[in-house]
């Protein structure tokens, strides 16, 4: 099935390249374009495609737009493209709700890797990045011996130590031999039971856990 994407960004010859990048295997099919935030929110609601994929830099901000997008359910998914590694950007996108914070300078097939699994439900940060997030989406831990991971059950602990080793939901059904969509089950529950805001963060809480307990 090929994924409807909206491409916005403010420079022509990267949106030409990406679009051409996007759509060379046939997987996605470029239904709009845009050079602003005013735009790319017009061509969602007007497109209504699967995927938005967002510069944060363009005239009218690309948060701007991911917020008007996301609250018209205009789009089911939308990813940031940037060149921004700034905390602060990283920080508002996720909690803005963006699926996925992508890093310009990444290959056009590890892009189309990322944004088909974010069309299936995976989250993504680019690589290098991940620390920040973990600092910039926890809230500080209360002063108390007991953790939210002590109401994990034992399968759901083994699914989260894979996901948080950066496996896919189909790749973790794989692994234990259960279907995916009990993975993703497991994956709901689990983010209830850590207060996660979506799977990159529990992933991310996951490792600084089980790493300190080491």
Not at 8 to 14: G, K, R, W
Not at 105 to 115: C, D, F, K, Y
């Amino acid at each position: 099935m090929t994924t409807r994407v909206l491409v916005a960004d403010d420079h022509p010859i990267f949106r030409d390249g990406l679009v051409k990048s996007l759509e060379e295997t046939g997987e996605f099919r470029v239904v709009a374009t845009a050079s602003s935030a005013d735009e790319a929110v017009a061509m969602a609601k007007a497109r209504s495609p699967d995927l938005a994929l967002l510069d944060l830099s363009m005239p009218g901000n690309g948060l701007s737009a991911l917020a008007e997008i996301l609250a018209a359910k205009s789009a089911e998914h939308v990813a940031m493209l940037t060149v921004s590694e700034e905390d602060d950007d990283v920080g508002k996108a996720l909690q803005s709700g963006a699926s996925a914070y992508i890093l310009k300078g990444v290959s056009a097939t590890e892009l189309r890797r990322i944004l088909n699994g974010v069309v299936a439900g995976e989250a993504y940060v680019s690589p290098g990045l991940a620390a920040r997030v973990l600092s910039l989406m926890t809230s500080p831990k209360p002063s108390t011996e007991t953790s939210p991971f002590d109401d994990l059950t034992k399968r759901e602990v083994e699914i989260l130590q894979l996901v948080s080793k950066s496996l896919s939901n189909k790749e973790v059904a794989r692994e234990l031999h259960i279907q995916e969509k009990t993975v993703k089950h497991h994956m709901t529950t689990i983010m209830s039971k850590l207060q996660a805001r979506n799977r990159v963060e529990a992933a991310l809480m996951a490792r600084d856990q089980w790493g300190r307990d080491r």
